[in-house]
């Protein structure tokens, strides 16, 4: 390198979510590209080992911790730091449920969002309020508060960590927006694949977490068992890329190769293919728009391989066909949507509910809803509903609130 070449520094790097599925990953992918990320700041929800471990490991400067005291934290930050031989590490530590406001608004380079669920709304938006570029895996974000976080988002903004809406995103790179006829959505399918309603009705929830492809958290495993996911995953496409539902489709790919794909309107299909493994979108999400060599393994185009694509079933899955139907709608229908499906995933897992229940209410509790007009929305109106939302879905599934207990800043 020349003596006057400038050496571009590490992006700082603000991870939440940092003990879940996205969020350790994403350590991975910082920890082996040390010249191009930094860690400044973590959140989690009640993992206080691996978040202390994390923060001693990278040397981070802030720890954001929702679920435990100042003293947990700083205990379990002391006690590695000691037997890692850095006895003088002292970061910055806060606790209780604003915390990952706190490490979102720290100023990172790259705030890159892997909270599960609602709770992420607050922390995009102060990402974004502060000037920094979202890496963005919590897709309820959208999902509940789409028109704020779209109208605080600056162009280029947001990047998306979802694998599907990262091949979107990475596959519209190939043509202009005017040449774009339709977003094509894979999905896997699930455990459930080609199971009758019927035949679901019964299912227990070890064998909705046993997800043929991925390795994921427990509430968007089940949300994939379900369909769930997916339909959030139609409504967010549509919120990041302003493509109207009616060009939106969602297939089943049960080899998760192809990971999603746009079809232009000369008839070109491009597709964005690699084996299932989150750590190339996690990367993508921190380095956009570079990439960042040995992300993960590619695919091995001399080994003969196959691949499906077959339609949704809607009747026995409706997910997807309920979630188009809030989209559209707009307003705070969305965050009524997740929020009565967040419930019903908890209700599940505490054995209180079958499977088939768990859709079943979010579409009465949206049946319910009352709120299509998005004008002069904020925050506080999207936590009503939110809240409406949550204690509407408790009592129609007859659940009591102490027992169904929604996990705090878990991850994919």
């Not at 229908?333 to 599940?348: C, L, M, T, W």
């Not at 299509?372 to 409406?388: K, Q, T």
Request: proline share 6%; aromatic share 4%.
């Amino acid at each position: 390198m020349g003596d006057n070449e400038a050496v571009t520094p590490p992006r700082s790097v603000a991870l939440l979510g940092s003990t879940g599925s996205i969020g350790t990953q994403a350590v991975d992918v910082v920890t082996r590209n040390p010249d191009r990320f930094r860690v400044v700041a973590l959140s989690a929800g009640r993992n206080v080992d691996l978040v202390a471990r994390q923060a001693v490991d990278l040397g981070v400067d802030l720890v954001a911790v929702a679920g435990a005291t100042h003293e947990q934290v700083t205990e379990a930050i002391d006690a590695y730091a000691g037997r890692a031989g850095r006895v003088r590490y002292r970061p910055e530590v806060v606790v209780g449920d604003d915390a990952a406001v706190t490490a979102a608004r720290c100023g990172a380079d790259v705030v890159l969002n892997g909270v599960t669920g609602s709770i992420g709304l607050r922390p995009t938006l102060a990402a974004l309020e502060a000037g920094s570029v979202l890496a963005l895996a919590n897709k309820e974000s959208l999902i509940v508060g789409g028109p704020l976080v779209k109208a605080l988002a600056s162009p280029g903004q947001i990047v998306p960590v979802d694998s599907e809406h990262s091949a979107l995103a990475q596959c519209l790179r190939g043509g202009r927006a005017q040449e774009v006829e339709r977003l094509v959505v894979t999905a896997s399918g699930g455990p459930f694949r080609g199971l009758s309603r019927e035949q679901m009705r019964d299912v227990t929830p070890a064998q909705a977490l046993k997800h043929p492809t991925w390795a994921m958290g427990r509430v968007v495993t089940t949300n994939s068992a379900t369909l769930v996911n997916k339909g959030l995953e139609v409504v967010v496409a549509h919120l990041l890329f302003d493509i109207p539902f009616a060009r939106i489709e969602g297939v089943v790919h049960p080899q998760a190769v192809g990971h999603s794909m746009v079809q232009f309107t000369d008839g070109s299909t491009l597709a964005q293919a690699s084996p299932p493994d989150m750590r190339l979108p996690i990367s993508l999400g921190l380095g956009w728009p570079d990439r960042v060599p040995g992300a993960s393994p590619p695919c091995d185009w001399s080994r003969a391989q196959s691949w499906e694509l077959l339609p949704l079933d809607d009747e026995a899955f409706p997910a997807i066909r309920l979630a188009r139907r809030v989209g559209e709608a707009g307003g705070t229908y969305p965050a009524v949507y997740n929020a009565a499906n967040e419930v019903g995933v908890d209700a599940f897992h505490a054995g209180q509910i079958g499977f088939l229940d768990i859709v079943d209410t979010v579409a009465r509790v949206v049946e319910e809803h009352d709120g299509s007009d998005s004008a002069g929305l904020g925050v506080e109106d999207v936590m009503r509903a939110d809240a409406w939302a949550r204690a509407r879905a408790r009592k129609v599934l007859g659940v009591d609130d102490a027992a169904v207990e929604h996990e705090a800043g878990g991850a994919r």
